[in-house]
Nanobody
Framework: QMKLVEAGGGSVETGGSLRLSCSASGYIWRTYSMGWFRQGSDEEREAVATIDSDDKTTYDDSVKGRFTISVDKAENTLYLQMNNLQPEDTAIYYC?????????????WGQGIQVTVSS
């Protein structure tokens, strides 16, 4: 069983920064993908950024140039550095980890953490 715990959310003003972290414990797959997803009020959950065990990253167009995903493999911790935050970034952010080749929904998910950006 794997457990993921997010931290680092909160409230900031437009243009501010936050750094989310996601600590993984329990059984760790040797090859995996990890990612950050978010869900705003009355919106579908969307992928924000992903990274795989080869450090290949993907970003949603709306966060390119502002967000950076990274992983500390020694600490089994995933990060999301979020700069120049905008009100539309307000959402609950979830981290997820899944085996390579699987759909994210079949992996493990954190409990979610709120990010609020005020104008």
């Amino acid at each position: 069983q794997m457990k993921l715990v997010e931290a680092g959310g909160g409230s900031v003003e437009t243009g501010g920064s936050l750094r989310l972290s996601c600590s993984a414990s329990g059984y760790i797959w040797r090859t995996y993908s990890m990612g950050w997803f978010r869900q705003g009020s009355d919106e579908e959950r969307e992928a924000v950024a992903t990274i795989d065990s080869d450090d290949k990253t993907t970003y949603d167009d709306s966060v390119k140039g502002r967000f950076t995903i990274s992983v500390d493999k020694a600490e089994n911790t995933l990060y999301l550095q979020m700069n120049n935050l905008q009100p539309e970034d307000t959402a609950i952010y979830y981290c997820a980890r899944w085996p390579v080749g699987w759909e994210p929904t079949r992996g493990y998910w954190g409990q979610g953490i709120q990010v609020t950006v005020s104008s």
